[in-house]
């Protein structure tokens, strides 16, 4: 058998769990895929950008290691997915759920045996279930990395003479994940964004207005979430780093998904997201009336995490703040405060966003800012 030798870096991925001896984290045995079976609020999907690969170089594994650590719910789908950027294609290099008991199982884990949930008695293997989970995605990082890595200065681009760099299509390659999925997926990029084709160039000026990849490729990123880190890694010009965030929040959002951070260092909350909400909405603004849908993922004290409202025909945005419920578990009274990091019923960086009352009859409320604030109202769609 061929002996595979990890790259030091990327071997302290597979560790970041509670160590283990060597015979049961390279055993025969696995990670079991009936923690799929465990209803999840959300998806994660890690899109890894194959040329931004650097001999050496693997800060940015540890980064989502540690970030996946704190934020996986119970049974969370997770897929490792390499971004071929140079040809516009992407291809899943592995997926598996994160081992975790709900507070449904550990309640009833006080009363029962909950080994009829699982293959085998989780409570005993949920901690060698985790490192399983970890030593596998720790395996599909480095195969990406091992198979695209280049010295350092060759991932460096030379803004007069930049590579091509097809994200977008690569992006729009996997649309049917997004297409299928019923609940919001966290997709997290580690990729320069540094975009350079014949759809657009964040080399070049902005087009006005935006270009409209959506309705341009056909293809929509819906019930989504993106955070990208690693700009600026490989074109340290400020201008251009500037370029590439407005480039990508326009574009993102015109294939209907919400951006939740683009940035030099990987941003997302440290909320572990416990139940989930959907609703249909409608707005009223200056006599005109729009539909939507407002997804709400919320922790145990009711704090929301990639939570994000779309109006149709007029925008979508990330959805920060709370909703807490109380009252009858079958028809709870509700309220809604937050804000969103776009605008969509106004031309604002953000917009308040208040809704109150149950899920049976619906909830009322408002969205816009000071002196312009406009109806809303919100229909239970589904709700786990």
């Given amino acids: 058998?061929?002996?595979?030798?990890?790259?030091?870096?990327?071997?302290?991925?597979?560790?970041?769990?509670?160590?283990?001896?060597?015979?049961?984290?390279?055993?025969?045995?696995?990670?079991?895929?009936?923690?799929?079976?465990?209803?999840?609020?959300?998806?994660?999907?890690?899109?890894?950008?194959?040329?931004?690969?650097?001999?050496?170089?693997?800060?940015?594994?540890?980064?989502?290691?540690?970030?996946?650590?704190?934020?996986?719910?119970?049974?969370?789908?997770?897929?490792?997915?390499?971004?071929?950027?140079?040809?516009?294609?992407s291809r899943e290099i592995w997926a598996g759920c994160w081992p975790g008991l709900t507070e449904a199982d550990r309640a009833a884990a006080n009363t029962r045996s909950i080994a009829d949930l699982f293959s085998r008695d989780a409570a005993s293997r949920l901690e060698e279930q985790q490192r399983y989970f970890v030593r596998d995605f720790g395996l599909a990082?480095?195969?990406?990395?091992?198979?695209?890595?280049?010295?350092?200065?060759?991932?460096?681009?030379?803004?007069?003479?930049?590579?091509?760099?097809?994200?977008?299509?690569?992006?729009?390659?996997?649309?049917?994940?997004?297409?299928?999925?019923?609940?919001?997926?966290?997709?997290?990029?580690?990729?320069?964004?540094?975009?350079?084709?014949?759809?657009?160039?964040?080399?070049?000026?902005?087009?006005?207005?935006?270009?409209?990849?959506?309705?341009?490729?056909?293809?929509?990123?819906?019930?989504?979430?993106?955070?990208?880190?690693?700009?600026?890694?490989?074109?340290?010009?400020?201008?251009?780093?500037?370029?590439?965030?407005?480039?990508?929040?326009?574009?993102?959002?015109?294939?209907?998904?919400?951006?939740?951070?683009?940035?030099?260092?990987?941003?997302?909350?440290?909320?572990?997201?416990?139940?989930?909400?959907?609703?249909t909405v409608d707005l009223t603004r200056d006599g005109q009336d729009f539909d939507g849908r407002l997804s709400l993922l919320v922790d145990a004290e009711g704090t929301l995490t990639d939570s994000w409202l779309g109006i149709s025909r007029l925008s979508i945005a990330l959805v920060g703040g709370t909703f807490r419920c109380r009252g009858e578990p079958e028809n709870p009274t509700c309220r809604l405060d937050a804000t969103t990091n776009g605008g969509i019923a106004t031309l604002t960086p953000s917009e308040t966003i208040v809704l109150t009352g149950n899920q049976r009859s619906g909830l009322t409320g408002q969205l816009g800012v000071k002196g312009a604030m406009f109806p809303l109202t919100a229909k239970v769609a589904q709700a786990r």
């Fill in 141 to 279: 990082l480095t195969q990406i990395y091992t198979d695209a890595k280049r010295p350092p200065g060759a991932v460096q681009i030379d803004i007069a003479n930049p590579p091509d760099k097809e994200i977008i299509r690569a992006l729009a390659s996997d649309e049917a994940r997004f297409s299928q999925s019923k609940t919001t997926i966290r997709a997290v990029i580690y990729s320069d964004m540094a975009e350079n084709s014949d759809l657009g160039s964040v080399f070049k000026p902005a087009a006005t207005p935006p270009e409209n990849y959506g309705k341009k490729l056909g293809s929509y990123l819906r019930n989504s979430v993106f955070y990208a880190f690693g700009i600026g890694e490989t074109v340290r010009q400020a201008a251009v780093t500037d370029r590439i965030r407005n480039f990508w929040s326009a574009a993102l959002t015109s294939m209907n998904a919400s951006v939740g951070g683009l940035g030099a260092d990987l941003n997302i909350p440290n909320v572990v997201p416990s139940r989930s909400y959907a609703f």
């Fill in 1 to 89: 058998m061929r002996r595979v030798v990890f790259p030091v870096a990327l071997a302290a991925v597979l560790l970041f769990a509670t160590p283990a001896p060597a015979a049961s984290l390279f055993g025969s045995d696995g990670l079991d895929p009936a923690w799929c079976r465990t209803p999840a609020p959300r998806q994660t999907v890690l899109y890894i950008d194959d040329m931004m690969m650097a001999e050496g170089r693997s800060d940015w594994a540890t980064k989502l290691a540690t970030k996946l650590r704190a934020t996986l719910a119970p049974g969370e789908s997770v897929a490792v997915v390499r971004l071929l950027a140079a040809t516009g294609q």
